[in-house]
């Protein structure tokens, strides 16, 4: 069966459509918020780096991330989980993010090639984003 991702991907090898970035297939935020339980349980900084969009990455080297991680692990404990996403698109959702000291929402931007453009941890109490800076 062909899908939109392969209509695009053989319109783009033909010339026909301009190839700028794989689309997003209805997985793909759920498949990034797995990869960033990994990371964020295994307070990998220099793989979200890898994970995050361009213009985040230059506001963001790995020693801001490791403190980001610390941060967000002293205010909201160790992320066990993310449920589906619950409303939003293709490429931003929110989400429920479980954590040891209990839930909190958690808003997830992706771009085309799956990398972070935005990702924020928010309860009543506290706020913590991972954002372009203004």
């Given amino acids: 069966m062909i899908n939109r991702r392969h209509l695009l991907l053989g319109l783009a090898g033909l ?20 990869r960033l339980v990994a990371i964020y349980r295994a307070e990998d900084a220099d793989a979200l780096h890898r994970a995050l969009a361009p213009g ?17 692990r002293d205010t909201f404990g160790m992320l066990q989980r993310t449920s589906l996403p619950t409303y ?20 997830l931007q992706i771009d085309e090639q799956e990398r972070v453009v935005f990702w924020t941890f928010k309860t009543p109490s506290s706020v913590l984003s991972l954002r372009r800076r203004a």
């Fill in 88 to 107: 939003g698109s293709r490429a931003h959702s929110i989400f429920v993010a479980y954590f040891d000291r209990g839930p909190s929402d958690m808003f």
């Fill in 56 to 72: 985040l990455q230059a506001d963001f080297p790995p020693a801001a991330l490791a403190a980001w991680l610390k941060e967000a």
């Fill in 15 to 34: 010339g026909i459509a301009p190839a700028q970035g794989q689309a997003l297939e209805r997985t793909s935020l759920l498949a990034v918020a797995a």
